[in-house]
């Protein structure tokens, strides 16, 4: 027994005997029988004259003033998904701590307006639009959520301008609250083992409510080494596995 814990216990399985037998391959044939060879390329041929294609006049952009987007919010049985949350900085000063701030502060006051608070969350999808972000926004990110966060999906990818600004963040939820079923379950590894990889942020690996599980999001860790593999393919394989 590596470590006995009471939530998450892990275990190593020893082989202390064993040994291989050979099987038989007597027909090899059978293995690519179901496969369908291409005998030949199908051709076909498409001519295009010049004189039926028509040239568009060039498109011309017009710069507009931009609005700041308003949080969309969509409430369903006793489910809540909010979405729109921005953190933007000033031109002058980037201070990613106190964009993040005002983006949690921002989502908190639509829960509670909602009926709702942090912890009914149950995910959140996080956006950044840049990954060197990362530790800032989580060292705010973290105050707002009990020693059971939610799931959690982050991305980093460029957003574009919404509204006058650049955001550096975007924040969506979804939440549950309903006080006749308030039992919920997560899944938090913090230790590094052999079956699961450790968690790196303040998030759940997989947060459980009204019998319904939601996944964080998985990339190609190896759990003993937390080093990813080699390879696009062996990535999203091991990622789902």
């Known amino acids: 027994m590596h470590s006995d814990d009471d939530f998450a216990p892990v275990a190593y399985l020893k082989l202390v005997k064993l040994h291989v037998e050979s099987k038989p391959f007597n027909q090899p044939n059978q293995l690519v029988a179901g496969i369908r060879t291409l005998k030949s390329w199908p051709q076909q041929q498409c001519e295009i004259k010049e004189d039926e294609i028509q040239l568009q006049p060039r498109i011309h952009w017009q ?15 006793h489910y809540l998904a909010v979405n729109g949350i921005y953190g933007f900085c000033e031109e002058s000063s980037r201070n990613v701590k106190q964009a993040t701030t005002v ?17 009914d969350v149950t995910s959140v999808h996080l956006y950044l ?47 549950f609250h309903n006080l006749n079923e308030s039992v919920s379950g997560n899944l938090h590894v913090q230790s590094v083992s052999h ?46 596995q």
Request: proline content about 6%.
């Open 63 to 77: 710069d507009e003033p931009c609005h700041k987007p308003s949080i969309s919010s969509k409430e369903s049985g």
């Open 103 to 119: 983006a949690m502060n921002s989502l908190m006051d639509e829960l509670h307006n909602k009926g709702h608070c942090a912890n």
């Open 129 to 175: 639009s840049d990954i060197d972000d990362f530790y800032d926004i989580n060292s705010i990110y973290k105050t707002y959520f009990h020693h059971q966060p939610p799931s959690r999906v982050c991305v980093a990818l460029s957003m574009g301008c919404v509204g006058a600004n650049v955001p550096i963040l975007q924040i969506d939820c979804l939440s």
């Open 195 to 240: 079956w699961a990889p450790a968690n790196i942020g303040p998030y759940s690996q997989c947060f459980t409510q009204n019998k319904t599980h939601f996944m964080a999001g998985q990339i190609g860790l190896v759990p003993g080494s937390m080093e990813l593999i080699d390879g696009c393919y062996d990535q999203a394989c091991l990622a789902m």
